[in-house]
Nanobody, 123 residues
Framework: QVQLVESGGGLVQAGGSLRLSCYAS????????MGWFRQAPGKERESVAA????????ILADSVKGRFTISRDNAKNTVYLQMNSLKPEDTAVYYC????????????????WGQGTQVTVSS
């Protein structure tokens, strides 16, 4: 019983930045983990980042390490994905997800998903 709503996507030039937000409502727990995933046309959904809601510990996929940062604001029930040095290959629909368990980059572990927000990076 968790509802997730993403926002913040848009069109940006290569090298630019965007910040995505995901607001969580409904039944939540301090033990929940949140993750960001992305899916480009014709490709499978891939992991981007994850965060332990209680501790704030994070993990990033190698493809975005050093460029993206995941964080959360407990008071706002919101998780963020700060994306810097964007590349055309970052173009995708970005989804946030939640699970009642440990932090993970495995897509199959997550049971709650947002509707997605489009990120387009032009060259």
């Amino acid at each position: 019983q968790v509802q997730l709503v993403e926002s913040g996507g848009g069109l940006v030039q290569a090298g630019g930045s965007l910040r995505l937000s995901c607001y969580a409502s409904g039944r939540t727990f301090s033990s929940y983990a949140m993750g960001w995933f992305r899916q480009a046309p014709g490709k499978e959904r891939e992991s981007v980042a994850a965060i332990n809601w209680k501790s704030g510990n994070t993990i990033l996929a190698d493809s975005v390490k050093g460029r993206f940062t995941i964080s959360r604001d407990n008071a706002k029930n919101t998780v963020y994905l700060q994306m810097n040095s964007l590349k055309p290959e970052d173009t995708a629909v970005y989804y946030c997800a939640a699970r009642d368990g440990l932090m993970s980059l495995l897509r199959s572990r997550y049971t709650y998903w947002g509707q997605g927000t489009q990120v387009t990076v032009s060259s």
